[in-house]
Every structure is written in C-alpha cells, then in structure tokens.
C-alpha cells in the first residue's frame, strides 16, 4: 500500500470514528445542561483525559517540537510555560470556578453583577480568544495535509482548511459537550500513543543516552553549543528578551483565562472531581511535553532543519510528522510511510478535536450569554438556546477558516501564544478580582475584559505578528503582504503590557463606582465557591 494511500486510509478511520463518537453522544444529548456540560456526568479521570486531550493541541504536537528544532532551548521554553501554567489554574481557578459557575466563563462574573453588561464582554472576550486559537489549529491542518498528500498548491491547501472547519462545525452542532469531550478523551489516548511510540525509537537511536541525543542536535543543527543554550531566539537583542519575558507571562497565566478549559470545570459533578481533573491532566500533560523535548531534538539529530529544509518552509510544524518518517525507515521505506500516516492521523485528531472543543465554548456564549440573558433576558426555551448555538458554530467556524489562510505562514505554538496573552489580559483579571475581592463591581468587570482584550489584540495588529517581518526565502513572515509596515510595537507578544492594565483597569473601574448589591452578594459567592452549595442552580442577582 503507497504511503499516502495508506495516510488516507488513517485518516478516514479517524474521522469516522470521532463520526460515529458525535452521533452516539447526539442521542444523549436531551438539554442544555447535556449540550453545554455533558450533564455533569464525567468523572475526574475521564475530564482529566479530556482536559489533556483538549490542551494537548496541535500546538503542542506540532508547533512545540518544531520550535525546538528551529531554535534549541528557547523553544522548549514553550513546554514549560505551558506546564508551569497549570499550577495557577489549579491553585486560583479550578474548583473555585466549577462551584460557582454553570455553562459559561460569564455565569460566574454575573452572579453579583449587573447581567447585560458583564455578559456582552465575557461573551466578546470569549469569542475573540477562541478565534485566536482556533487560527493555529488550522495552519496546523493544513500543513499537514499538504505534506501527506503531496499538496503543494495554495488553493488545495486552503480547501483543506476549509473541510476542516466544515468537520468541527458538525461535531459541535451535532454532539454538544459529551461529543466533544468523548472525542478529546479518544484524542488523548491517540496522541499519548504515538508520542511514547515516536519518544522510544528516538531514544533507541541514540542507545537510550539522552546526553548522545543532545549532542547530535547540536552538531546537526550547525549551531553548536549554542543550540543547547539560552538566548538562541530570545538573547539576541534587548527586545527579544523583553518579548521572552512576555510570552513566558502569558504562557504562565493564560491557562487560567482560557473559556474552553475553563468550561471543562463544569462538566464534572463535585469539586472534588474538578481537583482530580486537574491533577490527571498536569500528569498526562507534564509526561507529554517531557516527550516534546525528545520529539524536537530528535528532529533537530535526524532530520534536515536547515534554511532550504521543509521543516523549516512550514516553520517547525512538520518537525513530528518527519521525524516518524525517518524513525521508521526513511523517505520511500514501509516503515517511514506507517509511522508517517500514523502520527499525521493522530496530529489530524488533535486538530479535530481541539477545535470542536473550542467552537463549542464560543457558541455556547453566544447562545447563552447574548442571546438567552442578554437579548432574551433569560426568557427564550432550552430549545431555543441549543438552536442559536448551532447558528453560532457555523458564523464563528466561518470566520476562523477566512482568518487561517492568510495565516499559514506562522508558528503554530506562537499563534497559541498569543490567545494565551488575550485570555490573560482579557479574562484572568476578572476571574481573580471577582473569586477574592469583595470591592469588584460590574464596572471594574467590563473595564477589565474590555480594556486587557482591546490592548492586547490593538498590540498584535501593530506588531511584527501582522506586518514588518518582510520576506525570507521567499516566504512573507507576517500576516499582511510584505509592502505593509504599520509594526510600531516591537513585540511579538503583548503580555508583558496588556496583562498588567487588564488588572489595573479592573482595579481603577471598581474603585471609580459604587455598587452595594456587588459587595453584598460577595459573601454569598464565596460560601459558593468554598463549597459548591447550589452551584447547579446558578441563581443569578
């Protein structure tokens, strides 16, 4: 069987098997507490397989293990912001917000809020960072059609995309939450598979010493000891290491602001099985990117990543899919082909399950937030609700597949990079003001979400991301044509400016306005959130 006769094969299994998963969990799906949270049915193991499943994205795959082929060190430095990022959602977020909230990030600002205003943002911020993340997964689909099936015209490309996003669009109108999460538990185990898989017959290579590994990539790399060392990408000027400092801020507290994690906290039915959620996703998590160190240099040892190399044309994000190839034999080998198809079908998973995850958060706030408590004033059916949902998916799939073509040029794990930064700036101040200050009020809530979201995604239109880079070989490496400039802000990631006047302008709102029935609800919030009584309710003020 030709390899890419064997790739198709692959992948169509997986398609009709997360296929058959989304129709199966439709016939389960009987209201909105089963569309938006599975019907709080999923233990702390299987969310926790799902949460890995989930955040373990194509950026990790792909994106992460091509960084540190490209750049060494400073791209592992992506894993352990990733990592580390846990530790904050675990301590601030998890089970506070599963206890205090419902469906949506905005159920647990508005409890003692003014609902209308609250809702709008939470609803914007939610949307836009879901947008943000959903433009890596993607670029990462279609690098990775393009490489199996020998594509290389643009317009084949860009259908790819398109039929990706069709694909998310169905999981998410069809199975709801308990589709998606049974996909991302079926996803988790795919990619922990093949990752341990990939991560032995690399090491194998190397007899097993880490230390013959390490030093291979460097000499492959031409880059020498430096390869193994800081400052590579980051150390270069002043500038870069400002922007290192700013993506390691919004790596580190992103997680906790991301919607469609934080939702995953809903679909559990105690407290006690949103920490055990946790705990198995930092464990499966943590062994996984402990993996991508090998995957990347690996890469770096194995396969070409020089300037003209094809791991370098799609910026890092075929460096897993190549090093399979060569791990099993080699370009044209039986072996090279199977763990090829292999790894891209278990990539295309990911992808497909990362981004239903994510097309269900943002149309869940649309449907619930806009449109049953902001539009409808909580009076539409559950009908009603699941309907505009549905709606939803198709409007904000639409947009991430017109956005994700022009952006095929970029780092996957540094587009996520930058979702990050938004759901730090945006949504993280809100979350934490609201959880331990009882002086946070509606206007500190909206000046907080609106004020971290419009300047970190002002920063990014007028960075070197969307315009500046100019073309290198002969590829442009920013997102408007190379004969636009307007990159007056010279850093890649906003973190390091918009995270700390999302807090700020949190802060400066609810000193600036009064709001007694805030404070008064505030006692009730916190017995809520300490003990989850009448969590499912939701009973709003």
């Not at 991301?258 to 105690?270: E, M």
């Not at 990014?460 to 400039?485: C, H, R, T």
Request: hydrophobic share 50%.
């Amino acid at each position: 069987m030709g390899s890419q006769t064997l790739t198709t094969v692959l992948f169509l299994a997986v398609v009709a098997l997360t296929v058959g998963i989304t129709f199966w969990a439709s016939r389960q799906t009987q209201g909105a507490t089963d569309y938006y949270a599975g019907g709080r049915s999923f233990s702390g193991f299987q969310n926790g397989m799902a949460i890995s499943g989930d955040y373990m994205s194509a950026a990790s795959f792909l994106g992460i293990s091509g960084a540190i082929a490209l750049s060494g060190y400073d791209g592992f430095l992506y894993s352990i912001g990733f990592l580390v990022a846990w530790l904050v959602a675990l301590l601030l977020v998890a089970e506070l917000l599963r206890n205090s909230g419902r469906y949506t990030l905005a159920d647990q600002l508005a409890y003692r809020m003014k609902q209308r205003p609250v809702r709008t943002a939470a609803a914007t911020s939610t949307v836009v960072v879901s947008i943000f993340y959903l433009l890596a997964q993607m670029v990462g689909a279609g690098s990775l059609v393009a490489l199996l099936l020998g594509v290389s015209d643009q317009a084949l490309k860009n259908i790819t995309i398109v039929g990706v996003g069709l694909l998310m669009i169905f999981y998410v109108t069809v199975g709801g939450m308990k589709g998606t999460t049974w996909v991302q538990i079926v996803k988790a185990v795919l990619l922990m598979t093949g990752t341990v898989l990939i991560t032995v017959l690399v090491l194998a290579k190397f007899g097993f010493n880490i230390s013959d590994l390490l030093g291979a990539a460097a000499e492959r790399s031409g880059k020498g000891d430096a390869f193994l060392n800081p400052g590579l990408k980051y150390g270069v000027s002043l500038t870069s290491k400002i922007d290192f400092v700013s993506l390691g801020l919004a790596l580190v507290l992103g997680t906790a602001g991301l919607p469609h994690i934080l939702i995953r906290f809903y679909t559990v039915p105690t407290a006690k099985d949103a920490r055990t959620s946790v705990q198995w996703a930092i464990g499966l998590i943590g062994a996984f990117y402990l993996m991508t160190l090998v995957l990347g240099f690996g890469a770096a040892a194995l396969v070409d990543t020089g300037a003209d190399s094809e791991i370098a044309a799609s910026k890092g994000n075929l460096a897993s899919p190549l090093l399979a190839q060569a791990v099993g034999g080699g370009e044209g080998s039986t072996g090279g082909a199977v763990l090829l198809a292999l790894i891209s079908a278990v990539a295309f998973a990911t992808i497909l399950a990362v981004v239903a995850g994510l097309t269900l958060t943002s149309a869940s706030s649309v449907a619930h937030d806009l449109y049953q408590n902001v539009a409808k004033k909580g009076t539409a059916t559950e009908k009603d609700e699941i309907r505009i949902a549905r709606i939803a998916a198709f409007v904000i799939g639409g947009i991430a597949i017109l956005l994700a073509i022009p952006a095929q040029s970029l780092n996957i794990a540094f587009l996520v990079a930058l979702a990050f930064a938004v759901a730090a700036s945006a949504n993280l101040p809100s979350i934490v003001y609201n959880l331990f200050w009882r002086g946070f009020n509606t206007r500190g809530a909206t000046w907080s979400i609106y004020g971290g979201l419009i300047s970190s995604v002002a920063l990014v239109i007028f960075s070197p991301v969307v315009s500046g880079k100019g073309v290198v070989e002969g590829v442009n490496q920013s997102l408007l044509p190379a004969s636009i400039d307007i990159s007056w802000f010279p850093l890649e990631n906003p973190g390091i400016v918009s995270i700390p006047l999302g807090f700020l302008l949190g802060y400066i709102g609810a000193r600036t306005s009064r709001e007694p029935e805030a404070q008064a609800a505030y006692d009730e919030l916190e017995v809520r959130s300490l003990t989850g009584a009448g969590a499912e309710g939701a009973v709003t003020h």
